[in-house]
């Protein structure tokens, strides 16, 4: 797993945060479920 640096504002975060408690999971894995949601989305992304 590589690490990365992501700047978020805060109606973001909090969103981001909202649903990870609403899901049971922490932020980084609801942030990485969003992320593989956009690739799975769109032309070209790779899971």
Known sequence: MIR???M???KQQA???ELA???G???SEM???IID???EK???GEK
């Open 4 to 6: 990365r640096n992501v």
């Open 8 to 10: 978020l504002t805060e």
């Open 15 to 17: 969103k981001i945060k």
């Open 21 to 23: 408690k609403k899901a």
């Open 25 to 27: 999971v922490s932020f």
């Open 31 to 33: 942030l990485r479920k």
């Open 37 to 39: 949601r956009f690739f």
């Open 42 to 44: 769109f032309p070209g």
